[in-house]
């Protein structure tokens, strides 16, 4: 089973675009600059790290902003995209485009938002200074997020990757399988 989902997922990057490629690249290179500034993995003076980023920080930044990049272009739509269904009328099948609301199951599309959202949130978390992160401080003072969330931190990263892998594989394997089609007007007779 996890197998079909990896070739599904796979043969529905193969399918994309240019558009869906050129915003996978632009969506992750502001992934990683908002999330490498806003946790000093980039050094700037906006923004100030009490601990030194770890040796992991890096890989794990890179890797969760391309998986957040793939995963954006993922909402994306191809233009000139079409699915066709046939309903018919009286025992005349009429090749009509099905509208987008109908008969269309999108928990599992849904589901891939959400681990996405959880993933990017746990990533943050992960790569982002212990003691600078305010939720820890006050929850668990400066000693404790120390003592107690900087070790959580590789976990965190962990979680987060698998968390974006799923929401990405879960969403390429939709539109392989699934497309969403496109509304065209109707012609009149």
Not at 4 to 27: K, P
Not at 130 to 150: D, Q, R, S
Request: hydrophobic letters at 50%; a positive charge.
């Amino acid at each position: 089973m996890l197998i079909s989902y990896l070739c599904e997922a796979t043969q529905s990057l193969r399918m994309w675009g240019t558009r869906r490629i050129v915003v996978a690249i632009a969506a992750a290179g502001v992934s990683a600059f908002i999330i490498g500034l806003s946790t000093v993995l980039i050094p700037n003076s906006l923004f100030a790290r009490d601990i030194p980023p770890e040796w992991w920080d890096y890989p794990v930044w890179i890797l969760m902003s391309i998986l957040l990049g793939l995963l954006i272009a993922t909402y994306i739509r191809e233009p000139g995209a079409q699915v066709k269904g046939s309903r018919g009328t009286k025992g005349v099948a009429d090749e009509i485009p099905t509208p987008v609301d109908e008969d269309v199951d999108d928990k599992p599309q849904r589901r891939g938002g959400a681990f996405g959202t959880v993933g990017g949130m746990l990533g943050w978390f992960a790569v982002g200074c212990p003691v600078c992160n305010k939720i820890a401080l006050l929850v668990l003072g400066y000693t404790g997020a120390l003592t107690y969330f900087a070790p959580l931190q590789p976990v965190l990263a962990v979680l987060s990757v698998l968390l974006l892998l799923v929401a990405v594989v879960v969403r390429l394997k939709g539109q392989f399988s699934c497309p969403v089609p496109t509304r065209e007007r109707s012609r009149l007779p």
